[in-house]
């Protein structure tokens, strides 16, 4: 069974701080992360991708990929009060089928 | 780049009746597209996968003919749901994979929210 695990929050952070969002993925074939952001009402909208260990940035964005660990994770520099969202982490393997995470709620505290 | 729309984006129809769901890649051909249902506060739960000119794959637990998928060409997919009840409000989510990408992303739509009375 895939799983994907991350903490449901909420994340509070204020204005300005960094935004750490944390993911596990249980199945080792995974070759490809994905974070997606959901707003409330709304569909998931890809920020991210990383297919590599170590980071990839993007902007106030990065993202952290660990294999050994089986640790994805996402920074958000700057957090602003408009980055307040459901956060969906999520892996690939095999049949191009994504495995979500149940997300992660972030609030940004002006 | 890589938009996909939903139609319509938010239906309400009484119980018994079929509501059908179009979802396209507008500036892209889609290999493969999903489907999504989202209910209050949970997570993307997947439906089925539908590849184009084949039958659509469905997850464990959807009824395959409750809920009717249709992958016609490369730029559209369709989701009827047939007999609906009260329960089968929720938010439906499609998404699509770029033909010939070797990627796992997928781009979502906007959703259609369906409120069966």
């Known amino acids: 069974q895939k799983e994907v695990e991350q903490n449901s929050g909420p994340l509070s952070v204020p204005e300005g701080a960094i935004a750490s969002l944390n993911c596990t993925y249980s199945?080792?074939?995974?070759?490809?992360f994905f974070w997606y952001r959901q707003y409330s009402g709304k569909s998931p909208e890809l920020i991210m991708s990383?297919?590599?260990?170590g980071d990839k940035e993007d902007g106030r964005f990065t993202a952290q990929l660990n294999k050994a660990s089986q640790y994805v994770s996402l920074l958000i520099r700057d957090s602003q009060p408009s980055d307040s969202a459901t956060y969906l982490c999520?892996?690939?393997?095999?049949?191009?089928?994504?495995?979500f995470g149940k997300g992660t709620k972030l609030s940004v505290i002006p | 780049g890589a938009v996909v729309s939903q139609h319509p984006s938010w239906v309400i129809c009484k119980s018994g009746t079929s509501v059908k769901i179009e979802c396209r890649s507008l500036d892209f051909q889609a290999t493969t597209m999903f489907w999504y249902r989202q209910f209050p506060k949970q997570s993307l739960m997947l439906m089925a996968t539908?590849?184009?000119?084949?039958?659509?794959?469905?997850e464990q637990g959807v009824e395959k003919d409750k809920f009717l998928i249709n992958h016609a060409s490369l730029t559209l997919s369709t989701l009827t749901v047939t007999s609906a009840h009260p329960e089968d409000s929720s938010f439906y989510i499609c998404?699509?994979?770029?033909?010939?990408?070797?990627?796992?992303?997928?781009?979502f739509g906007p959703g259609t929210r369906l409120t069966v009375t």
């Open positions: 999520a892996s690939g393997a095999g049949s191009y089928q994504l495995t």
């Open positions: 199945d080792r074939g995974s070759q490809s």
């Open positions: 998404s699509a994979r770029v033909k010939g990408s070797s990627s796992y992303e997928q781009y």
């Open positions: 539908s590849n184009e000119g084949s039958k659509a794959t469905y």
């Open positions: 990383i297919y590599s260990n």
